[in-house]
Each structure stands twice: as C-alpha cells, then as structure tokens.
T-cell receptor
C-alpha cells in the first residue's frame, strides 16, 4: 500500500539559508499535518491543512510557511534558518472522516 | 504539567518478558494513538483507539476514558521490540479536521536477549 512520502530525507543547510520540505500524502487523504521533533524531544505540532486550507496552527515560527496544493501534497518553507531548527520534520496524512494519522519517514534537517 | 504523561520513561526487559507502558492524560480526547519510533527512525502508528481494547499480534492496547488512562502491553517481548513508544492524544474537539496530536515524552524500551 502507498505510504506518506517525504522529500528530501536528509538536508544540510547553513544558517540564514532557506529550505523546502515536501510531503506527499497517501492517495485520497486530504489532510496533512507537520510535526517537528528536536533532538531528544517529543514531536511538536506545527501546522495542518485540510482541503488546501490551513486548518490549525501550532508552534510554527513566523520564519516558516506552508501550503497544501491542489494535488494535496504540502510544502513547508523555512527561511532564515537557525541552528535550533535542526530537527526531524514529520508529516502525517489522514482522511477527513477518520482520525488515524499515517506518518511519513521524516526529513532530517541539519543546520550548520 | 504535560497534558500527556507516560511511565516509565525508560524500561529494560529480558527477552520473553511481559511489558506494560502506561499513559495518562489530563484533557478530553476523542482518540489516542500508540506510536513506535526506532532510534533515528520514522514513526509508525501501532494503534488508534477511543474505547476498550485492541490487539495486534503480541501488542495489546487498552483505554479507560473515564480514568483518562491507556496502557500498551507487549507479550513475549523480543529484542526487535526495542524502540521508543509514544502515546499521543487527539483533542476532544473532533469536529472539522482538528485531529492534531499532542504527544507524550515517550518510553524507551530496551529488550535484551
């Protein structure tokens, strides 16, 4: 069965650079969630989208933005990267009618 | 105080032992996830439950909504079960698409051969 796809899987950037993370949900899933997991930390909710509209917002810095496109994939744009942005970024997708979230493998971002 | 509390934080067991990991939460929820994360790896959803009990292979998850408590049990534990097990809850506002998860801090399980 198709799973959630994230790209890239690994990314190394320098301070003040920008990064774009992509998430491709399971087919027919219309909701996408983004989570950030810092080293040794539990995941924290960043933002979610339903039917291409932002549905909820968590602890996402103003330097970050995200959107969901017509094919339901989502992109997380991160600007002015800081060392503290180094983390594992997960996305998850779900069908609206159910709550089960299916997680992608994550993108590991390292900011030097 | 965290909304989701797990215990224990660390657990070491011998192969074959019965394992229990507990999760308590302080908010109203519509459902609860048990997740598994291997070191440096992705997250896998083991169970989502809103009442009663679910079983999958050697894994059993129970939830008591009135007591705001859930347990994850592993029978006949095996070294490959070594991972971080995370309890995550979905808020009580299950209307719309607000299914964001609030995570516990995880339980690191090590099963020795």
């Amino acid at each position: 069965a198709a799973g959630v796809i994230q790209s890239p899987r690994h990314l190394i950037k320098e301070k003040r650079e920008t990064a774009t993370l992509k998430c491709y949900p399971i087919p027919r899933h219309d909701t996408v969630y983004w989570y950030q997991q810092g080293p040794g930390q539990d995941p924290q909710f960043l933002i979610s989208f339903y039917e291409k509209m932002q549905s909820d917002k968590g602890s996402i810095p103003d330097r970050f933005s995200a959107q969901q496109f017509s094919d339901y994939h989502s992109e997380l744009n991160m600007s002015s990267l800081e060392l503290g942005d180094s983390a594992l970024y997960f996305c998850a997708s779900s069908p609206r009618s159910r709550g089960t979230q299916y997680f992608g493998p994550g993108t590991r971002l390292l900011v030097l | 105080k965290n909304e989701v509390e797990q215990s224990p934080q660390n657990l070491t067991a011998q192969e074959g032992e019965f394992i229990t990991i507990n999760c308590s939460y302080s908010v109203g929820i519509s459902a609860l996830h048990w997740l598994q994360q291997h070191p440096g790896g992705g997250i896998v959803s083991l169970f989502m439950l809103s009442s009663g009990k679910k079983k999958h292979g050697r894994l059993i998850a129970t939830i008591n909504i009135q007591e705001k408590h859930s347990s994850l049990h592993i029978t006949a534990s095996h070294p490959r079960d070594s991972a971080v097990y995370i309890c995550a809850v979905i808020g009580g506002n299950s209307g719309g698409s607000n299914y964001k998860l609030t995570f516990g801090k995880g339980t690191l399980l090590t099963v020795n051969p």
